[in-house]
C-alpha cells in the first residue's frame, strides 16, 4: 500500500493532502522506462560482447570444428599431392621412356581452370579465404589425378603391345644344343660347296643328326610349310608381326601346317637335308621387314654369355656354307 503525504496550509492552519497530478505521475513512469530501458541495452550490449550464449557457443565450437576439417583436408591434399607428384616423375622418367612415350608437361599436368570464378559462390564467409584455397586445391588434384589416369591407360597399351613385340620377336636358337653337331656356318661371305665360289651366304647353318627338333624362334603364325622356294627344300616361314619373319630349310619334315598359330619353343619341324643341301642341317634366316639381317643378334633367349661368345666366333669363321 503506497504511503499517503500530506503538507501544512498555514492558510488553514491544517494538513492536506498531497494529491500527485497526472502528468507528473507520467512523467516519472516515462523516466522510469527510459532508464530501464537503457540499462537494459547496456546489460545485453555488454552480455553479448563478454557472454556467450548457449547458441553461440555451440556455433563457435562447429566452427572450430569445420576449421579443424579443412586443416585436416588440406593436410591429406598435401600427402595426396606428393604421392601424384612421385607418380608423375615415375611414370615419365622411367614408364614412358621404356614404352618410348613423349612425356607429359608439367604445364599440362598442373594447369588450373581459368575462365569465370568457379568460387563466387563461396564469398561473403568469415572462412571464405580457406574455403576457396581448399577447394582449389582439391579441383587441380582431381584434373591431375584424371591426366595421371589416362596416361597409366595409355602405358598400360603401351605395356601389353610391348609384351607381344617381345613375345613375337625370334630370341632363341632353332636347335637346342643338346641336339646340336656344331655351328656350321654363319651369316656372311662364305664359299659355296658346289661351286667352291664365295658368296653372300644369308643365314645360320646349325648341323644336327636327321630328324632333330626344330623350334619356333618366336610367336607367329606360318605363312609357309612347303617345298616351292628353290634351294631351301621343305621350308617353313613364320610371321611373327612387326616386320619380323624366320625361315627353317632343308627340314626333313613338318610339324605344323599354313596359317597355324604357333608360339616361341613350339616343335615346327625336324632337321633333314632336302634341297640344296650338302648334309643333314637347320638353315636359319631372320627378315625385317623383307630385308634379311644377322640372325646372331636373336638368340639372347636361349644362350647364356659363354655359349652367345662360343656360337659367335664360330660365326664368324669364313668357312664352307652347307647349302
Do not use: C
Request: zero cysteines.
Amino acid at each position: 500500500m503506497s504511503k499517503v503525504k500530506y503538507y501544512y496550509d498555514s492558510d488553514t492552519l491544517s494538513y492536506r493532502k498531497i494529491e500527485r497530478k497526472k502528468r507528473t505521475t507520467f512523467k516519472y513512469i516515462s523516466i522510469f522506462l527510459l532508464a530501464a530501458a537503457f540499462f537494459a541495452f547496456i546489460f545485453v550490449f555488454i552480455g553479448s560482447q563478454y557472454i556467450e550464449s548457449p547458441k553461440e557457443r555451440a556455433l563457435k565450437r562447429e566452427l572450430q570444428n569445420a576449421q579443424l576439417q579443412f586443416e585436416l583436408l588440406n593436410k591429406k591434399m598435401e600427402h595426396a599431392e606428393a604421392v601424384l607428384a612421385n607418380i608423375a616423375d615415375r611414370d615419365n622418367t622411367i614408364y614412358r621412356v621404356y614404352f618410348e612415350a613423349n612425356p607429359i608437361p608439367d604445364e599440362q599436368r598442373r594447369a588450373g581452370f581459368g575462365g569465370i570464378n568457379r568460387y563466387k559462390n563461396l564469398e561473403g564467409f568469415d572462412n571464405s579465404k580457406l574455403i576457396i584455397e581448399s577447394n582449389k586445391r582439391l579441383d587441380i588434384l582431381q584434373k591431375q589425378i584424371v591426366v595421371q589416369s589416362k596416361s597409366l591407360d595409355e602405358i598400360a597399351k603401351l605395356a601389353e603391345e610391348k609384351e607381344k613385340l617381345l613375345a613375337a620377336i625370334p630370341a632363341i636358337q632353332p636347335v637346342s644344343n643338346e641336339d646340336l653337331t656344331r655351328m656350321a656356318s654363319g651369316y656372311g661371305m662364305r664359299s659355296d660347296p658346289f661351286t667352291k665360289v664365295r658368296k653372300m651366304h644369308w643365314g645360320m647353318d646349325f648341323t644336327a643328326p636327321r630328324g632333330s627338333p626344330v623350334y619356333a624362334t618366336g610367336d607367329g603364325v606360318v605363312t609357309r610349310a612347303d617345298s616351292n622356294s628353290s634351294g631351301y627344300g621343305k621350308h617353313i616361314r613364320i610371321d611373327h608381326g612387326y616386320g619380323y619373319v624366320s625361315l627353317y630349310a632343308h627340314l626333313y619334315k613338318y610339324n605344323v601346317r599354313r596359317n597355324q598359330k604357333v608360339k616361341r619353343g613350339d616343335l615346327i619341324g625336324f632337321v633333314g637335308s632336302t634341297g640344296r643341301s650338302q648334309a643333314p642341317h637347320l638353315h636359319y634366316e631372320i627378315f625385317k621387314d623383307k630385308r634379311r639381317i644377322n640372325p646372331i643378334n636373336f638368340y639372347y633367349g636361349s644362350l647364356t654369355a659363354q655359349e652367345f661368345n662360343k656360337l659367335l666366333e664360330h660365326a664368324s669363321l669364313e668357312n664352307q656354307s652347307l647349302d
